[in-house]
């Protein structure tokens, strides 16, 4: 069965740092999202993004942040400088449209030190 | 501000019992209302999907229902395992202008459920 993929599981990073999370998408799907849960938290959206470019995106997505499908398979969250209270766990999420069934990584937690 | 709140927090019950699972929302414009299922540390997986017209979906032992009308729904679990012990989460989905969804989902605080033997 087609499953979304995300590396890595776990990222350690200085603040300041850039860092870039990793997901692959299920291969027919057309639409892209990245959310995260910070720890005890509920689940925010961050992100939309169809036909290479962003359709929807939270206030929490500010400059600091930058979406990229650079190929045909990969979909990657930059955070260009990083923050202690960007530690959380990133969830990418993909769905053949909008309205549809959203399918959800493992996600990949994001410690910031 | 768009919401999405969840009742109780957390609930424990015996295997083989059923249980319900509450959900208000504030969303607006409505697309739809979903409910998923999240192991801790795992990505969320979708049970359940609702349009404002339909007002019951079942999937196995779930069953969720849907009021428009009072922006109310619920999550039934019948005989219930081990294996549902889990965070159940109501999530809704705003419309665009043309009615449908942009896919930004806003999520409740979940439910967490605990089954024991």
């Known amino acids: 069965e087609p499953e979304v993929t995300q590396t890595p599981s776990h990222q350690v990073t200085q603040m300041g740092q850039e860092v870039i999370l990793r997901c692959v998408p299920i291969?027919?799907?057309?639409?892209f999202y990245w959310y995260r849960q910070i720890l005890g938290q509920k689940v925010e959206f961050l992100v939309s993004?169809?036909?290479?470019?962003?359709?929807?995106k939270s206030e929490i997505f500010d400059d600091q942040f930058s979406v990229e499908r650079p190929d045909g398979s990969n979909f990657t969250l930059k955070i260009r400088s990083t923050k202690l209270e960007d530690s959380a766990m990133y969830f990418c999420?993909?769905?053949?449209?909008?309205?549809?069934?959203?399918?959800f990584g493992p996600g990949t937690r994001l410690t910031v030190l | 501000k768009n919401q999405v709140e969840q009742s109780p927090q957390s609930l424990i019950i015996l295997e083989g019992k059923n249980c319900t699972l509450q959900?208000?929302?504030?969303?607006?414009?409505?697309?739809?209302l979903r409910w998923y299922k999240q192991d801790t540390g795992r990505g969320p997986v979708s049970l359940t999907i609702?349009?404002?017209?339909?007002n019951t979906k079942s999937n196995g032992r779930y069953t969720a229902t849907l009021d428009a009308d009072t922006k109310q729904s619920s999550l039934h679990i019948t005989a219930s395992q081990l294996s549902d012990s889990a965070s159940y989460i109501c999530?809704?989905?705003?419309?665009?202008?043309?009615?449908?969804?942009?896919?930004?989902?806003?999520f409740g605080q979940g439910t967490i459920l605990t089954v024991h033997p």
């Open positions: 999420a993909s769905s053949v449209f909008s309205y549809n069934e959203q399918f």
């Open positions: 291969s027919n799907h057309l639409y």
């Open positions: 993004f169809y036909n290479n470019e962003i359709s929807e």
């Open positions: 959900c208000n929302y504030t969303v607006s414009p409505f697309s739809n």
């Open positions: 609702m349009t404002f017209s339909e």
């Open positions: 999530v809704v989905s705003e419309a665009n202008a043309g009615g449908t969804s942009y896919g930004k989902l806003t």
